[in-house]
């Protein structure tokens, strides 16, 4: 049994320079820490903000860089790991890309989203590859993005690498809640697994996030599942549930033995 005490920031979006973006933050982790959290989850490309090619250029990050040190600076000063959605800028382009830091402020992972759902990100962004897992206090994790989830492909290969949680930082359209709705609750549902979904909120023009962040559990049951308002939340999982609930819902062990690789 491993316990583990999530954040979700439901951050509202809004452009605003780096400086501003470290004290957001900054505040965020300092109230998760004070809330017993173990980790921070940010929106998907919290760093430039989502959906403007030149913000998303302007903003765009190597690997290293100071600001990135900044936020493993902040992991390691509030003992809390962190996901970050970012920019991420390679020789060869850009990434659509989060990096995790744990609590004492090393990268533990950095995945770029595989699957790019529009003219903007297309345009953007080079497309990533396979998730990795990595562990955050004893619980085996992955992260995909936003439109990973709706692929049950993405947290099928997760999960068979032996993800129990599924970090997933998001920026959904209002139009597209049924993805935090149903697609979420189900992905988690057929793999018997816990899914962490941390989107904006912002019900204003032009740009509309439909917030509704949500923690469900191995059964598909919403844990956590916020409005459509900037906040910060938090929820404590159990992965000891995940045994349960697999010895009922056994659609792992069936496709096993249907000869099935998921």
Request: aromatic share 8%; proline share 5%; with cysteine.
């Amino acid at each position: 049994m491993t316990s583990l005490t999530l954040a979700l920031m439901q951050a509202k979006a809004q452009p605003r320079g780096l400086s501003e973006t470290v004290d957001a933050l900054s505040q965020s982790m300092q109230h998760a820490a004070q809330l017993g959290a173990d980790v921070l989850i940010t929106p998907e490309l919290f760093l430039s903000g989502y959906g403007d090619p030149t913000d998303t250029a302007h903003y765009a990050q190597r690997q290293g860089a100071e600001i990135l040190q900044a936020f493993a600076q902040l992991a390691a000063r509030n003992r809390i790991a962190l996901v970050l959605g970012y920019p991420e800028r390679v020789q060869c382009g850009i990434f659509n890309s989060v990096i995790v830091f744990d609590k004492s402020g090393q990268v533990i992972c950095n995945y770029r989203k595989v699957n790019l759902p529009n003219d903007y990100e297309r345009s953007c962004f080079q497309r990533g590859t396979t998730p990795t897992v990595f562990e955050i206090a004893g619980v085996t994790c992955s992260v995909l993005i936003c439109y990973d989830i709706e692929f049950p492909e993405m947290a099928r290969s997760a999960v068979k690498m032996g993800a129990e949680l599924l970090l997933v930082p998001t920026a959904l359209g209002l139009e597209w809640r049924i993805v935090a709705d149903s697609l979420v609750p189900v992905r988690a549902y057929e793999n018997g697994v816990f899914v962490a979904y941390c989107n904006f909120a912002s019900l204003s023009s032009p740009a509309q996030f439909a917030g509704l962040s949500t923690v469900c559990g191995p059964d598909g049951q919403a844990l956590l599942r916020a409005g459509g308002e900037p906040g910060l939340l938090t929820v404590t999982i159990d992965t000891a549930e995940i045994a349960q609930i697999r010895s009922r819902l056994s659609f792992l062990a069936d496709l096993k033995l249907m000869g099935v690789s998921g």
